[in-house]
């Protein structure tokens, strides 16, 4: 297969964990008789350093006109002046924005080496294999807002949750069609017992399950959703849920897995090129040491074989040589503080374990 990559290295650690997914990306591409062509481009900091702008038109149209787009992480202390009118996140939700994405995916699978790195009981994370599915244009994020001071003195600010219901429908078909492919159980998460949004969504995922008749669906609410993510996260099989319910359970599920330097996730949209990073940010505490654990952004890497690419099998390929790179005890510093490999190293001890063809 031809297919063109864009990778946004961004700033940190990104260049550093990006390197390690290229690398592991090349030997896909040769092992597997592909022709992926990557090609690297500034988003973040570095271009508000090199172009004032955190994404530039031409990038994004690189991006747009790509096949899947793989990034770092941007920002970092030298950028964070909370009153900077030019932030490199901006570049991000200009990307999301640009590539319509709609869906976060993020999946959660503790490995079994590690389960002592996370700060929950062994027996309960045995068999969790859960993936979010997170809504990412709508809700409390993108609607209407303000804050002023009002003609009595008092201050008072709003955000409005706002969803249309072809934005849950899609979403929610999404998350059906992929537990099609896993253990066939969709939990959608939703606060229906107050919210209007939620009323609506709880009813669209009703119409859609119906659709679906070999699928179980269940609602939970949010609050009882995040007690039993960690209570019972084994319970769990696809969850589908809006943007700011996403945005919180997601970074609960990351704890289950020990450290966010493990995780990836991909933001699909309908039909264009998918965007693939790590869920962890830029590290300046480590930025520059060559120690950062790069697994996350390689399984980013296996998400885009398999969303963007449909290349199932080399994605599986991937996955099976981080599993086996880890049971053979490669760690960076982040799960083992001795003897622990660089993060070429690591992605040497990956690619190592790719299989042959
Ligand atoms: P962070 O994820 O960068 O770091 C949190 C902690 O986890 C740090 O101690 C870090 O060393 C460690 N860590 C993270 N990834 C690691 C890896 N791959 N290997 C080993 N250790 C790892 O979060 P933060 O410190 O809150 O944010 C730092 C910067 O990153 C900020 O400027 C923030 O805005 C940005 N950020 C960017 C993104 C993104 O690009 N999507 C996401 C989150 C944060």
New binding site residues.
Partial sequence: MDAKIIVLP?????PE?TAAAQLVLQEVSTRFGHNLQLSERLM?GCAIDRSGRPITEETLADCAASDAVL???????K??DPRAQVR??QG?LALRKGLGVFANLRPVRPHPQLLKASPLKRALLRGVDLLVVRELTGGIYFGERGRGLQPDGRERAFDTMVYWDYEVERIVQLAFKLAAGRRSKVTSVDKANILDTSRMWRAVATKVGAQHPHIALDHQLVDTAAMRLVAQPAAFDVVVTENMFGDILTDEAAVLTG???NLPSASLSGNGPGLY??????????AGKG???????ILSAALLLRHSLQLEREAVAVEKAVDGALRAGCR???LQPVQALSTMQMAAAIVQRLPKR
């Fill in positions: 961004g700033d940190g650690i990104g964990v973040g990034l770092g992480a941007v920002g970092g202390p950028w964070d490199p996140e991000l450290s966010m330097g990073e790590p869920i962890h940010g830029s590290a300046p505490d480590i120690i950062a654990n790069p697994v996350g952004a960076t510093a982040d």
